[in-house]
Structure formats: C-alpha cells, structure tokens
C-alpha cells in the first residue's frame, strides 16, 4: 500500500470546505477540472457526515474514479478548524481510487490510520512538532518538499 | 455524471458491512451517513438529463462501471481507440460523450 503524504504543516483556512481545498491544492499533477471535482466528492461525503474520527482529528475521505492512485494529505491547523461542531487540529484527507478489484486499498489504509490514532492517541498526534513526527504517528511517508 | 459515478461509490461501500464496522471503529455513523447520501443522489439525479441518466443506469447494470477515463485515446472500459474529432474536441468534458463501441460515459481526467 502507498502510505506517501503531503503536508501542509500550518493550515490557514478557518473552515472545513477551504481546508478541503488547500489540502488538495498540496497535491501536484491534478487538472482544474479534476480537483474541482474531487472537491466536489469530498464535500459530498462531509455533508453526508462530519469525519471527525476522534478529538481533533479530521479525516476527510472518498474514492473517485478520477484517481489513478491512493492520494494521501495531512494538514495541522494551530487554532483548530471547525468540523464544524468542533475543532480539528489534524486532518488527515485521503482519496483513494476506484479499481475494478474493489476497496481493498481504501480499507487497508482506514485500518493502518485507525490502528496508528489508537497506539499513539489524538494527544499526541495532535501535539506532533513537525510535519515529520506527524507524519510518523499516523504511519505514513512524508513526501519532502510536498 | 463523474459526481454520480463517485456518489454510487460511496454509497456502495457503506453498503458494504466491513467498510461499515471500519466507519463505526472509527467514531463515525455509516448508517446516518447512508441516508444523507442517498438523498443527495435524488438531488443530483433530478439535475441530470433524463436520457444520460437512463443510460446511466443501463451500462450500470451490464458493466458494473458506467462511467471510465479515456487512456491514451482510448477508452478504458473497453480499450477501444476513439476517433480523433473525439480525443481531440474542445468541449469534450463538457458534455456527455460515450465509447462508440461500449456504450460507457467516457472523460479525460486533466
């Protein structure tokens, strides 16, 4: 499974829907068209139900068959953006694509996300000091320079 | 229809109980979310023509995947290559194109 992130390490946005935007904007090689679209998915499934997985963290979430691969952005908000009841200070959004083999990577990767926020606990993450300790809490490979 | 492609996705796998029970480990609500989401599709289907929808839900049932990316000129449903007033269209994501030879709805991802 690819467990490559990208990182936006202070998050400006002061809501859910930017936050979404920004995060997708620190992912390279998505046309206009593509990522309006994705948008689009992410926010679907917010207003379906907030993501807020645990105190804090946010974990936005879809697969589209826009994708050719599993796309993974963590962002850390110092003031904590609302999703939208209450505050996340991580958010951790992840598009995976839809294959004809099914959800099999989209499920593996909930499953590593859930087992790290458990062994290592929201305190932590959301107290993390870099992008590269964040990075390592949830388990994933942070892309340098991305 | 990309939007409804990826909305049937979502509802498919919270329709799925081990995606469900991930959801519920998680702290969410899959079954509240389910609902939500199909009324978003009524909402989104009423703005879809009629004629699209209908093929829609054809290619749907006989393919699984009714609406797949053209892939170097060709359409990943059925790997035919399309013609080049097609690929090479200006408007060509701007209104619902299909595989001459599938039938599927055909994009290009930018």
Redesign the interface.
């Known amino acids: 499974m690819n467990k490559s992130c990208y990182c936006v390490w202070d998050l400006q946005s002061t809501d859910r829907d930017s936050a979404l935007t920004e995060l997708l904007a620190s992912v390279p090689n998505i046309?206009?068209?593509?990522r309006e679209?994705l948008i689009?998915?992410l926010h679907?499934?917010e207003?379906?139900?907030a993501?807020?997985?645990?105190p804090g963290i946010a974990?936005p979430h879809?697969?589209?068959?826009?994708m050719?691969d599993l796309v993974i952005a963590i962002g850390r908000s110092s003031s904590g953006i609302p999703w939208p009841d209450e505050p996340a200070g991580v958010v951790v959004m992840f598009i995976s694509p839809?294959k004809?083999s099914g959800?099999q990577e989209?499920?593996d990767l909930?499953?590593h996300l859930?087992s790290h926020m458990k062994n290592n606990g929201p305190e932590r993450i959301t107290g993390a000091s870099s992008p590269e300790k964040l990075a390592e809490l949830l388990g994933l490979d942070l892309i340098q320079g991305g | 229809m990309i939007s409804l492609h990826d909305l049937d996705t979502m509802i498919a796998d919270l329709g799925r109980a081990d995606i469900r029970q991930q959801e519920e480990g998680l702290g969410l609500s899959p079954d509240q979310a389910l609902v939500e989401l199909g009324k978003m599709r009524d909402v989104l289907v009423e703005s879809i023509r009629k004629r699209w929808y209908a093929l829609y839900g054809q290619i749907s049932s006989r393919y699984g995947n009714a609406v797949v990316p053209v892939v170097q000129n060709r359409c990943s449903g059925c790997f035919t290559m399309l013609p080049t007033s097609v690929n090479y269209a200006g408007d060509r994501n701007e209104q619902v194109r299909t595989c001459s030879i599938c039938g599927r709805i055909i994009y290009w991802a930018d």
């Open positions: 046309g206009a068209h593509s679209m689009k998915a679907i499934r207003q379906a139900g993501t807020l997985v645990t974990m879809c697969r589209s068959i826009l050719d839809v004809p959800p989209h499920m909930i499953a859930a």
